[in-house]
């Protein structure tokens, strides 16, 4: 059973540009779960989305960044018009469901360079 | 979602059982203990969870006090490679509310000395 899979594991953009990160879960998960890893700091959730929905975006900045979850194919987090600040870890995780029962399984992560 | 508290860090023997505390005296009883742990810069990696009883996996075991109130984690033999950043997470049964992220604080870094 293949983990959570996420790419590109490295992107480089310069600023201005537009990132796009892509999240595919583990078989049989429909709850994906982003979040983000400044240098030298800790995990921070950024948004929870079930298939063609967005749950919650408590932890997401409000301009340049949005997530999706088609009905067909991977996850997506888009962040537009990328500035240096944005240089961090983006990781994802999945679940089967949002009980806290369920565990989330995270993917390795892209890791995202604002030149 | 209860807060966590943990050692910044710790150190241990290669082959001897590193235990790893948490407390988080806030827990409710719809509220699991969680325990992850992110080696370098990879993605965080489950190890166990627990709600009341103790827990084993092929892993690492979890105690978890009768109150409820703290909890350990053991691994049984620590290898060089369990050198980590070990995060003990407190998450509610029940979805919604702001409750469905993961709350990471800074864990504990376990350094495995040989």
């Known amino acids: 059973n293949a983990g959570v899979m996420q790419n590109p594991r490295h992107l480089v953009r310069r600023r201005g540009q537009e990132a796009r990160l892509r999240c595919s879960p583990m078989k049989g998960h429909s709850h994906v779960y982003w979040y983000r890893q400044l240098p030298e700091e800790g995990l921070k959730f950024m948004v929870y989305?079930?298939?063609?929905?967005?749950?919650?975006e408590s932890g997401m900045p409000k301009e340049r960044f949005s997530a999706e979850f088609p009905k067909e194919g991977p996850s997506i987090l888009r962040i537009q018009q990328v500035v240096r600040g944005d240089s961090a870890a983006y990781f994802c995780?999945?679940?089967?469901?949002?009980?806290?029962?369920?565990?989330?399984?995270f993917g390795p992560g892209t890791r995202l360079t604002v030149l | 979602d209860a807060k966590t508290t943990q050692p910044p860090s710790m150190d241990c023997a290669e082959g001897r059982a590193a235990n790893l505390p948490c407390n988080h005296s806030?827990?409710?009883?719809?509220?699991?203990v969680y325990w992850y742990r992110q080696i370098h810069s990879q993605g965080p990696q489950y190890i166990i969870h627990?709600?009341?009883n103790n827990e084993t996996n092929e892993m690492a075991s979890l105690i978890i006090t009768e109150d409820r109130k703290s909890s350990t984690l053991i691994l049984p033999h620590a290898t060089l490679r369990d050198t980590a950043v070990y995060y003990c997470i407190v998450r509610s049964f029940y979805s919604g509310g702001g409750a469905d992220g993961l709350t990471f604080g800074k864990g504990t870094h376990l350094i495995i000395q040989p």
């Open positions: 989305l079930q298939k063609e929905n967005i749950i919650d």
């Open positions: 627990g709600l009341k």
């Open positions: 995780a999945s679940s089967p469901s949002a009980s806290g029962s369920d565990t989330q399984y």
């Open positions: 806030t827990i409710s009883g719809n509220e699991y």
